[in-house]
């Protein structure tokens, strides 16, 4: 993937998105990587894998630990996969239909869950999740049908919920939101959502205007970290040589 005359292409949308999920994973130590929300958080995981985030564990999402490249480490039963996730030492990015201020997710149903207008995922182990490991979220499509004022029905719980019960959310935590339009978390006194960096393109306005909430927005919003040159190579020629993230998140003008 190289621009005229050999030099090499600059970042698309989608690879400020793998960044961004990797970054997710820095400095977690051993612990259990689980990309569940999507291509773009899968290659994230594997790119913090092979730079920043070496002792990171990673499954093939049934029974077994693989290496980046999907090289067979060890087998991982149940039983020892829910101690992982029992004890908080598993790291998991889910996606979310619904997610609200205070990081409550729904993935279960739209509407009214006696009577649903649409029937989704279903809760799953969303809440066993939040409750007792860190759960970051990728959302590849941002807009206020997904950031909404409420969740219709709370499947991950979040921080204004888990602080109602301390003693069963200890290892409760959510460190990212990751979207195509940008990264945000829940660095706040009340842990209500916070614009933290901008994808390069985008403006605050248009987070705001996609978001069926009020933001925290700083007074200077950052811009999400670039990939080196060593990362890019990675996602392009070793992680993803078919370009599925960017079917994922196609690239946007200006980025």
């Known amino acids: 993937m190289s621009a005229p005359g050999g ?5 698309t949308r989608a690879e400020y998105c793998v960044i961004a999920c990797a970054e997710a994973w820095r400095d977690a130590g051993e612990v259990l ?3 569940m929300g999507g291509v773009i958080p899968s290659v994230g995981a594997r790119l913090a894998r092979l730079t920043f985030a070496p002792d990171l564990l990673l499954t093939d999402g049934e029974a077994l630990l693989v290496d980046a490249d999907g090289t067979i480490e060890g087998w991982l039963p149940y039983r020892q996969h829910l101690e992982l996730v029992g004890g908080g030492r598993r790291h998991v990015m889910m996606g ?3 997610i609200d201020r205070f990081g409550n997710q729904n993935i279960a149903c739209i509407g009214d869950w006696a009577v649903p207008r649409r029937q989704l995922l279903g ?3 969303a809440p066993v999740n939040t409750l ?3 759960t970051s979220y990728w959302i590849p499509k941002h807009s206020r049908r997904v950031f909404v004022e409420r969740v ?3 499947c991950g ?4 919920r888990a602080a109602r019960h301390p003693g069963t959310a200890r290892f409760h935590r959510i460190p990212r939101v990751v979207s195509d339009l ?3 978390d829940f660095a706040t006194p009340d842990h209500a959502m916070r614009l933290a960096s901008l994808h390069p393109g985008v403006s605050v306005e248009q987070v705001r205007e996609a978001t069926g909430f009020a933001l925290v927005v700083p007074p200077e919003v950052p811009r999400t970290r670039e990939p080196t040159a060593g990362e890019l190579r990675l996602i392009r020629e070793v992680i993803d040589p078919a370009g599925a993230r960017d079917r994922e998140v196609p690239d946007r003008a200006g980025v």
């Open 7 to 11: 030099a090499a292409a600059a970042p």
């Open 33 to 35: 990587a689980s990309p």
């Open 96 to 98: 979310a239909s619904q």
């Open 123 to 125: 809760v799953r182990g």
């Open 132 to 134: 007792n490991n860190p």
């Open 152 to 154: 219709d029905m709370v």
């Open 157 to 160: 719980v979040g921080y204004d």
């Open 182 to 184: 940008g990264v945000l």
